[in-house]
């Protein structure tokens, strides 16, 4: 496979999983500075790994969703809130989710997490 | 409900995922000074937050592997590989989340959580 | 001891630390999506382990402090700077424990926590 | 040496590298309660790292970015980018870090990293 | 005060705190490629900030645990147990750090930090 | 480009910097499980970001060390020191970075990257 269709493809299923203005937004927010980061993000995350179908794209929402909350990367967990809600999560699903955080990884990353999710959650209204 | 009731149903569901022997063995390893410890697992995490049923046992553990990676917790992450096969998870789904770790925290985390699973995989065999 | 006479002590606890109106808005904030892990908080984290009393109330804030400021938890680290004053710390007790982070988790670490904790000093004059 | 010359060597690197007026701030910024810190970064990290001469000062730089992006502190990453400016390192240099950083600690690290560079690269303008 | 009697000053509290023994072992283990570092660690760590004396040196060592086992540095952990029970720590002391560290850093972090305590507090009697 | 031509252009320069049988033993090590892992080190890592030519190797393995020693990635830091040496690096040059590692990591990280890198260096004389 070419390269620009691997691009291709995983921008596909980035503007399916959160809008094309959202993904718009992403691509330009950095200018030519952000275009090979942009690159990595649609060929080879969303264009190789997310088009994987062995898990339903629930499941793949609720791991990062977990990995997120784990490394303290809010402003990515947003994101794959987001996502995780185009994809057919609920919010008890990912509350659960976010107590296992609370025991694994401790409250402080759980409290971080469930503020984010929290908004999120009630901008999807 | 009684604490030690939680306690109790949390001990259950625990040796229904790792297996007696197992949990008997973790449990004793550090004695009295692993007793309060022991109390937090059996109670709270598995008395608790493991015994929610929003998610399916296999989902949870989906999201356990992709928490303990992302921190590069390697002895909880072979705990928890092992519970994931006991719950019903298929190699290929382990592998589908660690490829979602190589690109969200990296290969080198990526890069050990494979190895701790290609153990506990060839071990279940 | 049933879980909500945990739940009970651990609350009192809180607020004896933090005081009524501080609690009550964190134990608010998220609405019903928070109650589960303010449930953790409440009966697992203060009427547990914080009920423990072979320490005194301010060496566990300090170790709370270091412990915040090594995994970067700035929001938490504040909120355990206020117990530590009301425990009793110093200003000069907390700038000790700062500055072994200094050198044991790296300045930039130290850098934050100190900001955090310069904020609330004056907050607390 | 007397550890006075060692602080007043930092000192005098750290303002070529940042400017007297930024050096001010940040020294001033935590009045007393930041001295010690002060200190420790004037004399140990400018007096002594700093000032070891086996690499040039844009390499160490980089090495800063690579650092801070990986552990996640976006205000001391903030500070190096200004100093890898002042060093002489190009945009196109700090990107290729960041790229690396994207590879080989995530996304989403690369994300944040690079969010902090464009800000500092349009500020440098 | 000259930099070499501050790090005369270090090596006699950390050779107080760890034994000559332990103290020569570790400052000889790499070699002239540990020295610099060794002298960070002399001069800096135990010179300047170990030997400040507001907080008793107990309070300290219980505050390096909960932050090397929040960072996941286990054999910086190992030592500064051996310290810590040095410095008059109980192993019931030290265990009541090591649960708040379950509840705010998670159980793999405690669990870890449990058993290099076991190791130590063994090794102790 | 074809994604595979990425692959081979990754994996030549792969085996230039660490020779052909460290590669085909690290490629082979996990088996199929590890396949689409070593596919993104290959194509993605080796082929696309270290294929980028504006920084000089031996200053990309600089910033990777500083890299991995913040994380905390023991094994992958002894892999990019290895490829230090062969793209150039000096002794002292990867002892700089890691004292930089000391001051905005803290001790600990530092320890634990001298210890591999004079590990590193031994064997590589």
Not at 4 to 28: I, T
Not at 77 to 106: F, T
């Amino acid at each position: 496979m070419d390269v620009q269709e691997l691009h291709d493809r995983g921008l596909k299923l980035r503007v399916d999983m959160f809008g094309r203005e959202a993904v718009s937004k992403r691509m330009s927010a950095l200018g030519d500075f952000g275009k090979p980061l942009q690159h990595i993000v649609n060929a080879y995350a969303y264009g190789d790994v997310w088009s994987r179908t062995v898990l339903p794209p629930a499941t793949k929402s609720l791991a990062m969703i977990a990995m997120m909350a784990a490394a303290g990367h809010a402003n990515e967990l947003r994101v794959h809130l987001q996502g995780a809600l185009k994809n057919g999560c609920s919010a008890d699903e990912i509350q659960e989710v976010l107590l296992l955080v609370a025991m694994y990884c401790g409250i402080p990353s759980a409290n971080e997490a469930h503020r984010v999710a929290a908004e999120v959650l009630s901008e999807g209204r």
